[in-house]
């Protein structure tokens, strides 16, 4: 069964850092590309960031290019994401999930706010 459970969201001032954790299980991970997205309130979701399988290709969205770094740990079945320079716009639940699998977890908020 698949599983992906988000950690690391909270309430940052302007400015501010946090790192976001994925835990994965139930499938092989190594062998699956992995995405953040995010969603806030009254918006669709978006794809904030992608990372092949092996880690070695990133992408990410305009609106967090150079403030935010997406990596993994495929010994963990972790994924990461690295948020600085967080602005009230990125105020929304982040997930994670696998590319080509159908599942999600139950988010991470994160809330930008002074």
């Known amino acids: 069964q698949v599983q992906l459970v988000e950690s690391g969201g909270g309430l940052v001032q302007p400015g501010g850092s946090l790192r976001l954790s994925c835990a994965a299980s139930?499938?092989?991970?190594?062998?699956?590309?992995m995405r953040w997205y995010r969603q806030a309130p009254g918006k669709e979701r978006e794809l904030v960031a992608y990372?092949?399988?092996?880690?070695?290709?990133?992408n990410y969205a305009d609106s967090v290019k150079g403030r935010f770094t997406i990596s993994r740990d495929n010994a963990k079945n972790a994924v990461y994401l690295q948020m600085n320079s967080l602005k009230p716009e990125d105020t929304a639940v982040y997930y994670c999930?696998?590319?080509?699998?159908?599942?999600w977890g139950q988010g991470t908020q994160v809330t930008v706010s002074s």
């Open positions: 999930k696998a590319v080509f699998l159908d599942y």
């Open positions: 139930g499938f092989t991970f190594s062998m699956y590309g």
């Open positions: 990372i092949s399988s092996s880690g070695s290709q990133t």
